[in-house]
């Protein structure tokens, strides 16, 4: 207490000392502005890649089951190939465990097995892998799991020319990803139409100017676009026409909620190989994000994607599994306890050489920007660490000059008995209240800050005649939520920098001799 008092009177401004409170007044003030743009960046910084992961977890999920090669090699995979029950076709995931048979072959009606072909061995791996999901469930009823698959076609869309009225066409060899119903964040990435979204046939679904997308229950008339009853997915068909969610960017092509288009992909037969179409319409958009294969992926009915792998089984080019399953969690940072849960059921149902767990951080077309954000995350805590020491190093200055102010009362105390530690603790717990003090100001100012970042920004947009931040990339708005990471290594690092800096002068202090000081008063 004794220490403390004496920092506590050393701090306080005083007429006859203006000099040093000016000083003094710098240092909190240059300290507080580099807290203040600390905080502004690193909380910008990090709300920014929570968005990216949102979307990325939102369009697939924190946790995937993918097959292995011994799953493709294995008996039940290979012997719908044969079998009549399952037409003579390999199945999906989905369709192995809505099937009510995992053994389809029957010896009466189906060829006979060739004497090469894997053994039939223990339990259906599908069956048995969505048994264990649903067991974990039940511990966890936050969890949610469905399967999924990935094929490929050429989307073309029929547009109409705004100038002439004249058709046009938009061809683009897309991926197209089944639909999820049981996806809880799919409504956090889809794009709410308005009235100009949408087809000028489809004008007379808007009420009061709104694009209704949100029910508690199922619509006797269903709108043409995408919408949701009590959480839950719904594309709407009309016509016959297969609905089709697409990536926000063709929207800048004209495409619009209610163009007609279609999917071709091309089907095997005994002779030849011929074109097959399925006639599609739009009904919404989503937000992609940034990942580099989200502006071609196209969100279906499942219905399409099977239809597409029973013709020809889809490969993709970065190596991500076309067929699998999504376990969704409410919070992603549970995603690598969970698969080690979701690895250590499937290690002891003897499935785990059939599927292999991964978190988002180890998908094919995330993992590289995955490492690149923790690398920037420690690049800019390190600038950041950087920057608070040179501002800190202001606290040397101003407790130099207070040493020097106040040489005969530190004599004094030491003639009295102060020891060398209480004398340096002095100064150094001037440092520390120092960058307290700058710590809350800083905070304080980038809260207020925060909560006017929109204001800020269109500012900053104003002066250079064009958006301040692309929205490709940042989105409609920067994210104006404090990070408490931020937060917590500022409320510990600048005290403790400022401490550190105030140890210098603190053992000048303590190294004052009385006698000398004394004698020259």
């Given at each position: 207490m004794?220490?403390?008092?004496?920092?506590?009177?050393?701090?306080?401004?005083?007429?006859?000392?203006?000099s040093?409170?000016?000083?003094?007044?710098?240092s909190?003030?240059?300290?507080?502005l580099?807290?203040w743009?600390?905080?502004?960046?690193?909380?910008?910084i990090?709300?920014i890649?929570?968005?990216?992961?949102?979307?990325?977890?939102?369009?697939?999920?924190?946790?995937?089951?993918?097959?292995?090669?011994?799953?493709?090699?294995?008996?039940?995979?290979?012997?719908?190939?044969?079998?009549?029950?399952?037409?003579?076709?390999?199945k999906?995931?989905?369709?192995?465990?809505?099937?009510?048979?995992?053994?389809?072959?029957?010896?009466?009606?189906?060829?006979?097995i060739?004497?090469?072909?894997?053994k039939?061995?223990?339990?259906?791996?599908?069956?048995?892998?969505?048994?264990?999901?649903?067991?974990?469930?039940?511990?966890?009823?936050?969890?949610?799991?469905?399967d999924?698959?990935?094929?490929?076609?050429?989307?073309?869309?029929n547009?109409?020319?705004?100038?002439?009225?004249?058709?046009?066409?938009?061809?683009?060899?897309?991926?197209?990803?089944?639909?999820?119903?049981?996806?809880?964040?799919?409504?956090s990435?889809?794009?709410?139409?308005?009235?100009n979204?949408?087809?000028?046939?489809?004008?007379?679904?808007?009420?009061?100017?709104?694009?209704?997308?949100d029910?508690?229950?199922?619509p006797?008339?269903?709108?043409?676009?995408?919408?949701?009853?009590?959480?839950?997915?719904?594309?709407?068909?009309?016509?016959?026409?297969?609905?089709?969610?697409l990536?926000k960017?063709?929207?800048e092509?004209?495409?619009?909620?209610?163009t007609?288009?279609?999917?071709?992909?091309?089907?095997?037969s005994?002779?030849?190989?011929?074109?097959?179409?399925?006639?599609?319409?739009?009904?919404?958009?989503y937000?992609?994000g940034?990942?580099?294969?989200?502006?071609?992926?196209?969100?279906?009915?499942?219905?399409t994607?099977?239809?597409?792998?029973?013709?020809?089984?889809t490969?993709?080019?970065?190596g991500?599994?076309?067929?699998?399953?999504?376990?969704?969690?409410?919070?992603?940072?549970?995603?690598?306890l969970?698969?080690?849960?979701?690895?250590?059921?499937?290690?002891?149902?003897?499935l785990?050489?059939?599927?292999?767990?991964?978190?988002?951080?180890?998908?094919?077309?995330?993992?590289?920007l995955?490492?690149?954000?923790?690398?920037?995350?420690?690049?800019?805590?390190?600038?950041?660490?950087?920057?608070?020491i040179?501002?800190?190093?202001?606290?040397?200055s101003?407790?130099?000059?207070?040493?020097?102010d106040?040489?005969?009362?530190?004599?004094?105390?030491?003639?009295?008995?102060?020891?060398f530690?209480?004398?340096a603790?002095?100064?150094?717990?001037?440092?520390?209240?120092?960058?307290?003090?700058?710590c809350?100001?800083?905070?304080?100012?980038a809260?207020?800050t925060?909560?006017?970042?929109?204001s800020?920004?269109?500012?900053?947009?104003?002066?250079?005649?064009r958006?301040?931040?692309?929205?490709?990339f940042?989105?409609?708005?920067?994210?104006?939520e404090?990070?408490?990471e931020?937060?917590?290594f500022?409320?510990?690092?600048?005290?403790?920098?400022?401490f550190?800096?105030?140890?210098?002068?603190?053992?000048?202090?303590?190294?004052?001799?009385?006698?000398?000081?004394?004698?020259?008063?």
């Amino acid at each position: 207490m004794f220490e403390l008092s004496l920092a506590y009177k050393y701090l306080v401004p005083k007429k006859k000392s203006l000099s040093t409170a000016l000083i003094s007044l710098m240092s909190v003030l240059v300290i507080s502005l580099v807290v203040w743009l600390v905080l502004i960046f690193l909380s910008v910084i990090s709300g920014i890649e929570k968005n990216w992961l949102q979307k990325l977890t939102s369009l697939h999920a924190p946790v995937r089951l993918s097959p292995t090669e011994k799953y493709y090699n294995s008996y039940y995979y290979q012997i719908d190939a044969l079998a009549s029950n399952s037409n003579y076709t390999l199945k999906t995931i989905g369709e192995k465990y809505q099937s009510p048979l995992s053994d389809p072959y029957s010896t009466d009606l189906d060829a006979e097995i060739p004497p090469y072909w894997p053994k039939k061995t223990g339990e259906d791996p599908v069956k048995e892998a969505f048994n264990e999901l649903a067991d974990l469930k039940k511990e966890h009823p936050e969890i949610l799991f469905q399967d999924y698959e990935i094929s490929g076609a050429l989307l073309r869309l029929n547009l109409m020319s705004p100038a002439d009225g004249a058709p046009s066409f938009l061809s683009q060899m897309s991926y197209l990803l089944s639909l999820t119903e049981q996806n809880p964040k799919l409504r956090s990435i889809l794009i709410e139409p308005t009235p100009n979204d949408l087809d000028s046939s489809l004008k007379k679904f808007v009420e009061n100017g709104v694009c209704r997308i949100d029910f508690e229950s199922e619509p006797e008339t269903p709108p043409p676009w995408v919408y949701f009853v009590k959480g839950e997915c719904r594309l709407p068909q009309r016509e016959n026409r297969t609905p089709v969610l697409l990536p926000k960017n063709y929207k800048e092509g004209g495409v619009r909620i209610g163009t007609l288009g279609s999917l071709n992909y091309m089907a095997s037969s005994a002779a030849s190989s011929q074109e097959q179409k399925i006639d599609v319409r739009i009904v919404g958009f989503y937000d992609p994000g940034v990942l580099s294969i989200g502006n071609k992926c196209a969100i279906v009915p499942v219905e399409t994607t099977r239809a597409i792998h029973a013709a020809n089984r889809t490969f993709s080019p970065d190596g991500t599994p076309t067929n699998g399953i999504f376990v969704w969690t409410d919070n992603l940072t549970d995603a690598a306890l969970l698969k080690k849960e979701i690895e250590s059921r499937l290690e002891k149902a003897e499935l785990s050489s059939y599927w292999k767990a991964a978190t988002f951080e180890e998908f094919e077309f995330s993992k590289d920007l995955m490492l690149q954000f923790r690398s920037d995350r420690t690049l800019f805590l390190l600038i950041a660490a950087i920057i608070l020491i040179v501002a800190c190093s202001n606290v040397i200055s101003l407790l130099v000059l207070l040493v020097n102010d106040k040489k005969k009362e530190i004599a004094i105390l030491q003639s009295m008995g102060a020891s060398f530690k209480s004398i340096a603790s002095i100064f150094g717990i001037c440092g520390a209240l120092m960058g307290a003090l700058s710590c809350l100001l800083g905070s304080l100012l980038a809260l207020f800050t925060l909560r006017h970042l929109d204001s800020l920004v269109s500012f900053l947009s104003y002066i250079q005649g064009r958006s301040a931040f692309n929205p490709a990339f940042f989105g409609k708005a920067l994210p104006n939520e404090l990070s408490y990471e931020a937060l917590l290594f500022v409320l510990i690092a600048t005290p403790l920098l400022s401490f550190a800096a105030g140890l210098i002068p603190a053992i000048k202090a303590s190294r004052i001799r009385p006698s000398c000081v004394l004698r020259s008063e």
